[in-house]
């Protein structure tokens, strides 16, 4: 856990970062982007995990949403790395950090620094643990924390495989790029103005 502290610090350390001066920097897209991928999410959940995540009990639904302002998120220390809430490690580790990953990557691409793209990574794992998914777990303090930091460091990678691929012709550039960010390649040939 330490080498990710470390790694985190040297990934938003300032020249490492090329972020926008912050007038220049773009919201919009980025928002736009979270809450769109938020809400695919929650659809998606519905549909592969209709049982877990049915909006349909809402005696059982008010008692999640009960539990998340009554109690803090679920931590069990003598469960392994990266199960510590109960969920399989393969979805804490590798789905809360690829999701993390695509919120921060969409803020650095438009022009944030990497300390606002965690912020805004960091809020929007909170968004989803207390205002998405409470209806039907109680939040969880591995995705609390690790989205947003497991999210930096993937993120950060994609970008600089993103950037890396601007030296490249146009062919291998396009498919480096898509293969570094597929959603931001969707919205950017769409129109979108980073």
Known sequence: ??????????LCAPGVTQ????????WAVPTLHTVGLLGAQRVGAMLLWRRAF?????????????QALTQPPRFDARR???????????????GHGLM???????????????WTSLAATAVASTVWEY??????????????????????LLGELRLLLWRSAGAL????RGLLRVLADPFGSLERAAGSPC
């Open 1 to 10: 856990m330490r080498a990710a502290w470390v790694g985190l610090v040297l």
């Open 19 to 26: 972020a926008q001066p912050l007038e220049t920097a773009r």
């Open 54 to 66: 049915s909006l349909e009990d809402g005696a059982r639904n008010r008692r999640f949403f009960t």
């Open 80 to 94: 392994s790395l990266f199960e510590w809430d109960g969920d399989r490690w393969e979805i804490n580790a590798i």
């Open 100 to 114: 993390g990953s695509e919120v921060y990557l969409r803020f650095r691409q438009c022009g944030h620094d990497g």
């Open 131 to 152: 205002g998405v998914e409470v209806w039907n777990s109680r939040p969880s303090a591995n995705d609390l924390l690790w989205t947003p930091l497991g999210g930096a």
């Open 169 to 172: 012709p146009a062919v291998p």
